[in-house]
């Protein structure tokens, strides 16, 4: 007997219908038709072209009104360039590419390991599966993790490296920003974090013959403080908008922002980390690659001082990042947000 495949990938060549493992209960599928198709404006696009000039105060707004009525926003002018984005979408292919024994070779299902290939979400604790294989770094600091990247593609560190230095760039001119649009001090946020840590999935969806009975995420909220996600041409992202999912068709050359649930936490609710899922279609493949930005485990997070008053008291126990992560992975994105569990009442 064939030994069983541990990835998807590898699974379903030449499989025409969803093994019953994927299949998702009829209450809890995707319901494809009902879903609106984001036009242009439905999630924010910010450009950040301005920030440094006399728009500033008018971005940090445009930044604050999609944090607290979208939870996700679209940003463009970020400043990495086009030829690294292409690169990043081509590693991630090739990688997925690469003959069953090759990738294998970076394959754990223990969510402590810092860099692993896996499939679904945690397949030690969940009863459905996901139609995903990921690949999932840490990349800060850079020189703690790079060695034990993929060295085949042969780019793949030098390339996967630089990106992920350019990406944080983005994100800590984010956090200012973010910071600032709450009235808080700009390095409030990026303080909180303690040391900081930085983590990156590439997930491969493969095309998928009965896409309507499975997902390749359910519906999940970030643990993490905040997320951006470069994806490729191909449409997949939903996000839960007034009770209704809304697809968030890709705009070359933009990333899209979303906060993450330490963010609601440091915000006091103000800003709103919102459920988000990833379908799957039945004709092509498709590539993200979200960068999730993280207080280091030790880090002590909780509602920011200044954000707590008598009409807002403080909506969050003190926790620790260790403590939460913990939980969040275990809870194999259970449908109720993990933070339900640190709140203060």
């Given amino acids: 007997m064939a030994t069983a495949k541990l990835l998807l990938t590898d699974l379903i060549s030449g499989v025409n219908q969803v093994p019953s493992n994927y299949i998702r209960p009829i209450s809890d599928r995707p319901n494809l038709t009902d879903v609106?198709?984001?036009?242009?404006?439905?999630?924010?696009?910010?450009?950040?072209?301005?920030?440094?000039?006399?728009?500033?105060?008018d971005i940090i707004k445009q930044i604050a009104q999609a944090c607290q009525n979208d939870g996700f926003f679209q940003v463009k002018n970020h400043g990495i360039p086009e030829p690294m984005i292409n690169d990043m979408l081509s590693i991630a292919r090739e990688f997925f590419r690469l003959p069953e024994s090759e990738r294998?070779?970076?394959?754990?299902?223990?969510?402590?390991?810092?860099?692993?290939?896996?499939?679904?979400?945690?397949?030690?604790?969940?009863?459905?599966?996901?139609?995903?294989?990921?690949?999932?770094?840490?990349?800060?600091?850079?020189?703690?993790?790079?060695?034990?990247?993929?060295?085949?593609?042969?780019?793949?560190?030098?390339?996967?490296?630089?990106?992920?230095?350019?990406?944080?760039?983005?994100?800590?001119?984010?956090?200012?920003a973010i910071s600032e649009s709450l009235g808080l001090k700009k390095d409030y946020i990026v303080k909180a974090l303690g040391k900081q840590a930085q983590h990156m999935a590439m997930n491969y969806y493969p095309p998928c013959p009965e896409p309507e009975l499975t997902y390749g995420l359910p519906g999940h909220t970030d643990g993490n403080l905040i997320t951006i996600l470069l994806q490729d041409d191909v449409p997949g992202l939903q996000v839960l908008r007034n009770g209704k999912w809304v697809a968030v068709n890709p705009i070359p050359n933009t990333f899209i922002v979303n906060i993450g649930d330490q963010m609601q936490v440091i915000s006091n609710d103000r800003y709103k980390s919102v459920l988000h899922r990833?379908?799957?279609?039945?004709?092509?493949?498709r590539i993200s690659i979200p960068t999730f930005y993280c207080p280091s485990p030790d880090a002590l997070i909780g509602p920011a001082k200044k954000l707590i008053n008598h009409d807002q008291p403080a909506m969050y126990k003190n926790f620790t990042y260790a403590e939460f992560y913990e939980k969040f992975w275990d809870r194999g994105l259970a449908k109720e947000c993990c933070l339900d569990l640190f709140k203060s009442n």
């Fill in 36 to 57: 609106q198709v984001s036009s242009h404006g439905s999630i924010p696009l910010i450009d950040l072209q301005g920030l440094n000039g006399p728009d500033h105060s």
């Fill in 104 to 176: 294998l070779k970076m394959y754990s299902d223990d969510p402590s390991k810092t860099t692993r290939l896996s499939t679904s979400f945690n397949v030690r604790t969940e009863k459905t599966a996901n139609w995903r294989d990921f690949l999932r770094l840490h990349c800060y600091p850079l020189e703690n993790y790079v060695h034990e990247w993929p060295t085949n593609p042969s780019s793949f560190r030098e390339k996967v490296g630089e990106y992920c230095t350019s990406v944080r760039g983005l994100v800590l001119k984010l956090l200012e």
């Fill in 278 to 285: 990833a379908v799957v279609n039945c004709n092509k493949e």
